[in-house]
C-alpha cells in the first residue's frame, strides 16, 4: 500500500527517524514507487537494513512484510530472533498494520506472541484502529458498475458468497441477468461481443512440486507420506525355499518412527511371534507369496496395534529363493 508507506515516510520526517526497508518485495515496490514519483521520501532519509544498528532505535523506523504471520517472512524472523540483522528488544513497538486472513489467525497470534516475549508493544486490530481494509465496500462497488456500465460482467476475488452478492449488485445496477455469469476455478467463459456463456470445465487445483517432479505426486503418495509421518513404518523380511515353501531366514524386522528402540525390544519380539505364527498356519494351506504377505501384515499390525494403540505401515518383503 503505497499511500500507506507514503503517511509512514512523512511521520518518520516529522518524527526525525531515518527509514529502513526490509525484504526483497517491499524494497523493490519502494523503489519503483519512488523513481515513478508515487511516493515522495526526501533525501536521505532512508539507509541500508545493514547500517540499522547504527541508529538509535528511538531514531529508526523500519518497514517489514509479514503482517500475515508467514513463515520466511522478516517480521516473523524479528519475533523469533532468527534474523541476521534486526531482533526484536525490550521497548520496541510493532505495528501490524492489517487483519489477519481468514486461516492465518494461528500464524498472526503466534508471530504477536513472540514480539511480546522479548519485550516488544505489539499494535493491531484487534487492540487498535491501525487498519483499514483495501477492498472496496458495496457502495463503491456499486458507483464502479454505474460508471463502466459493462456489457458483461463476472464478479472476482473473494469467495462464493462474496461473489454472489457481487452478481446481485450488478444486477441491481441494471445489468441483465444473461450477461452476469458466477464462475469458479476452473470453469471457462466464452465471450463474443453479443452473448456470454460457460465453456467446458477445465482441471485445476494445486500442482505440487517435489525435487524435479512438477505435478506427479498424487493423492495416493500423500497419503502415504502422512501415515508414514503419523505412525512410522516397520518392515518384516523374510526367505522362503521356492520349492518347499519352508523358512530359509527371517523374519526380521526393521522399524522407523514408531517406538524409541530401547522400548521396542519386547514390541519387535511380539510381533516377530505374530509373523511366525502366520507364516506356519499359511504353509499349511500352502498360500502363494501375496497370501502370506498379507496373513504377516495383518498379524503384526494388530500386535503393534493392541500393545500400543498405533498403526505404523507394515510391509512385509518376502524373498523367494
Known sequence: NIHRIQHLVRM???????????????????????????????????????????????????????????????????????????????????????RPIPGNERMVHQTVNNLYRHGARVFYSEVGNVHVTGHAQRDELR?????????????????YRQLLQHSELAREAGIGDERVVVVEDGEAVELDSKSIQRGEKVSTGLVFVDGL????????????????????????????????????????LLSRGVI???????????????????????????????????AIHDAVSKTVYKQTRRRPMVIPVVTEI
Not at 528488544?89 to 510493532?94: A, F, K, M, T
Not at 458507483?143 to 456489457?151: F, G, Y
Not at 519387535?268 to 500352502?286: F, G, V
Request: proline share 5%; hydrophobic share 45%; glycine share 8%.
Open 143 to 159: 458507483e464502479m458498475l454505474d460508471a463502466v456500465r459493462p456489457r458483461f460482467f463476472i464478479p472476482v476475488h473473494g469467495e
Open 213 to 252: 517432479g512438477v505435478g506427479d505426486v498424487e493423492q495416493v503418495v500423500l497419503r502415504d507420506r502422512r501415515h508414514l509421518a503419523e505412525d512410522g513404518i516397520l518392515v518384516v523380511t523374510l526367505a522362503l525355499d521356492r520349492d518347499t515353501g519352508s523358512l530359509r531366514a527371517g523374519p526380521d
Open 12 to 98: 518518520a520526517v516529522q518524527f526525525d527517524r531515518r527509514v529502513a526497508v526490509v525484504g526483497r518485495s517491499l524494497q523493490q515496490n519502494f523503489k519503483t514507487a519512488r523513481e515513478l514519483g508515487f511516493l515522495k521520501v526526501p533525501e536521505g532519509l532512508t539507509i541500508p537494513l545493514e547500517e540499522a544498528d547504527r541508529i538509535a532505535p528511538s531514531r529508526l523506523l523500519l518497514l517489514t512484510a509479514g503482517s500475515q504471520g508467514e513463515p520466511m517472512s522478516a517480521l516473523t524472523r524479528f519475533a523469533a530472533q532468527r534474523h541476521p540483522v534486526v531482533n526484536v528488544r525490550s521497548g520496541d513497538w510493532v505495528v501490524i498494520s492489517a
Open 260 to 294: 524409541e528402540p530401547e522400548l521396542s525390544k519386547g514390541l519387535m519380539a511380539d510381533a516377530k511371534r505374530a509373523a511366525m505364527e502366520a507364516i506356519r498356519k499359511m504353509r499349511e494351506t500352502h498360500a502363494d507369496v501375496n497370501l502370506l504377505q498379507e
